[in-house]
């Protein structure tokens, strides 16, 4: 088998005999899909879905220095966190640019696991590695020590309540606690990348099948069906959340993205990125970035990534996602436009769609939030 085959997940042969189209996602074999991408994304919004998300980066760092660690590596103050808990937060170089977004939990006083995206997972555990140098601290690479699961709607607390007797209801948004889920030791988080109520479950790989038919059965009677990436970019999408390498990327600061708000000057030490990041914030207040928007077509044609977005003949940004949406019934995009161009409603707006500049309003994000 050469190097460079992709990856599969402990679900590997489960995805198959579920005739899934598979796609390489990040080095990884991954179901894009099932059968409709639509009916798994209204599933997800009025059901329940289940995701496999094994190809994400688990990396634990553990010792008496981890949180001061990585108070110093990310832009947060994970130091802050409490047990259980869990926080979004990134990574970024010494000039400010992200290298990833990142969720942290705090499992134990001295023990965190930081998920980072697929794609950047090697990225992520390379310069947390090198910047552990002079803490007493551990960086452990955890990729195959797990397989990820996630069952997200709002059917999904009923399911998992089915299947635990770990506290579902005292669980809130952004934390974890271990438990056992149907017979399965599991780290259960209430996190999840869809807009919807939700969690991901952490297991052995080993457990990973006997895990996914227990939720399948346990959910059938309410209408679980499993869903691919391709549904999952769509649901994040319409919920407004950045995608590493689309609204995200290292010639982006935090303060360029409009996700200021995780980087903590206020923690104590210095932190790597510090200098350039306090000069962003500066250039940001005083002569604002370009500004993440959300695009509602007039028509039907869809903007892709790279689309120019142009008012008045000129080119005032440009789109980082664009899909049809499910919920809307409409194409819609994020999109870096100019500051000018931001407010909710600026008219004369359009994307530059093979030469044709096709209409779009401009909206506030997200283009969908569940009702509570």
């Not at 489960?14 to 991408?37: C, I, Q, V």
């Not at 832009?75 to 047990?83: L, R």
């Not at 790279?306 to 789109?319: L, P, R």
Request: charged fraction near 20%; charge should be negative; glycine fraction near 12%.
């Amino acid at each position: 088998m050469s190097s460079n085959a992709p990856r599969l997940t402990a679900l590997d042969a489960l995805h198959r005999s579920l005739g899934a189209t598979m796609t390489d996602f990040a080095g990884w074999d991954m179901p894009l899909r099932y059968g409709s991408e639509r009916d798994e994304h209204l599933a997800v919004r009025t059901r329940a879905g289940l995701f496999d998300l094994s190809h994400m980066g688990e990396i634990t760092v553990t010792g008496p220095k981890a949180a001061a660690l990585l108070n110093h590596a990310l832009v947060g103050n994970i130091a802050s966190v409490g047990v259980g808990r869990a926080r979004y937060t990134m990574i970024c170089q010494e000039d400010g640019g992200i290298l990833d977004d990142l969720i942290v939990y705090r499992l134990a006083e001295n023990e965190y696991m930081v998920v980072a995206n697929a794609s950047n997972a090697q990225v992520v555990l390379d310069a947390l590695t090198e910047r552990a140098a002079g803490f007493d601290a551990l960086v452990r690479d955890d990729r195959d020590a797990y397989a990820l699961i996630a069952v997200q709607g709002p059917e999904s607390p009923g399911i998992l309540k089915s299947l635990t007797d770990a506290d579902l209801d005292g669980l809130k948004y952004y934390a974890g606690l271990p438990g056992t889920v149907a017979g399965v030791p599991a780290l259960i988080a209430r996190t999840g990348y869809t807009g919807e109520d939700g969690f991901e479950l952490f297991v052995a790989p080993s457990d990973a099948e006997k895990l996914w038919q227990a939720l399948t059965d346990a959910g059938a009677p309410v209408g679980l069906v499993p869903c691919g990436l391709s549904c999952r970019d769509t649901l994040r999408l319409e919920a407004g959340m950045p995608l590493y390498g689309h609204e995200l990327t290292t010639s982006l600061t935090p303060f360029d993205a409009g996700l200021g708000r995780v980087v903590k000057f206020e923690k104590e030490g210095d932190f790597v990125g510090r200098a350039a990041l306090q000069e962003a914030a500066a250039r940001a207040e005083e002569n604002p970035p370009r500004v993440l928007v959300g695009l509602v077509a007039e028509g039907r044609r869809v903007p892709r990534a790279g689309f120019s977005v142009v008012a008045d003949g000129k080119v005032i940004g440009e789109v980082t996602s664009g899909a049809p949406s499910p919920t809307l019934g409409k194409p819609i995009a994020m999109a870096y436009v100019d500051a000018a161009h931001a407010a909710p409603g600026t008219a004369g707006v359009g994307v530059d769609i093979r030469g044709s500049h096709e209409p779009y309003e401009v909206v506030a994000l997200p283009f969908y939030k569940r009702q509570k």
